[in-house]
């Protein structure tokens, strides 16, 4: 039990990872907040929150929109009374082209929907995480290891985030505030399936080859799933990782070594 009794914060619930990270929470014995704007999803994920034997608080809101924040740290602390954790998984897809071609605008509104929203988020929670002596685990990627092309608005966002969390490290440490990363490769779930799938029909090629040629890269030949990722995550937000701050750690099976 990773975090029992904990309240964990997950601020952007997807259908993949934000999904497993709430769920593997609750199994793990954390009590859950949810954030995202798409209610119907919230509700089902605090449906599995529940089904896990844990309390779940789902509360819509739009991450870039700093009263909406507010609104939800109020909300966590009214209901639980603390937070000890706080997942910050929020990604809006920054613009696919290279360095040379992108609209700057558009990296703009980019790095504003990611980094500066991401870094508003924590700064809003930090008292609470103060007071418990908490923790933050920000979700980055594995862009972060590469520079393909169109890649490049795309690191240079994940760049800065992963900035905002080192030296937020260094500020909060000695507030006993822990501060860490994750850097996750493909996530074997719904969306990628469904792109490998397309990938095939444009080939004319069964899905699993698709799989098999990018798991082909890794170490163990496979893909990691939502709940691997998850489980880094949980270990950086529990107890067990009390030593580690400022760290980025690569769940990737093997991609890329860092």
């Excluded at 909406?68 to 602390?77: G, I, Y």
């Excluded at 890649?151 to 490290?169: C, D, M, R, T, W």
């Amino acid at each position: 039990m990773l975090i029992a009794e904990k309240v964990l914060v997950v601020a952007g619930v997807g259908p993949g990872l934000g999904q497993a990270v709430a769920v593997r929470a609750a199994q793990h014995g954390a009590d859950v907040v949810l954030a995202a704007r798409t209610e119907s999803l919230l509700a089902d994920v605090a449906g599995k929150v529940t089904a896990a034997g844990r309390r779940a608080l789902a509360v819509p809101t739009d991450l870039t929109d700093e009263t909406a924040v507010r609104r939800l740290v109020d909300a966590a602390l009214t209901e639980f009374g603390r937070v000890d954790a706080l997942v910050q998984n929020a990604f809006a897809m920054p613009p696919m082209r290279s360095l040379g071609k992108v609209d700057l605008d558009e990296m703009r509104s980019g790095f504003d929907a990611n980094v500066l929203a991401a870094l508003n988020t924590i700064r809003l929670f930090t008292p609470a995480l103060v007071e418990s002596g908490g923790s933050v685990v920000v979700v980055n990627s594995a862009v972060l290891r590469h520079s393909r092309r169109p890649f490049g608005p795309y690191k240079v966002v994940k760049a800065g985030l992963l900035a905002v969390a080192q030296n937020l490290a260094s500020e909060l440490g000695p507030k006993g505030v822990r501060v860490n990363s994750v850097a996750p490769g493909w996530i074997w779930a719904d969306t990628l399936r469904a792109w490998f799938e397309y990938q095939g029909l444009q080939r004319g090629v069964p899905a699993r080859q698709i799989y098999d040629e990018v798991a082909a890269s890794t170490d163990l030949r496979r893909l990691p799933e939502p709940d691997e990722v998850a489980d880094a995550i949980l270990f950086l937000a529990s107890d067990l990782a009390r030593g580690i701050t400022g760290a980025c750690l690569d769940v990737n099976c093997g991609e890329f070594h860092h």
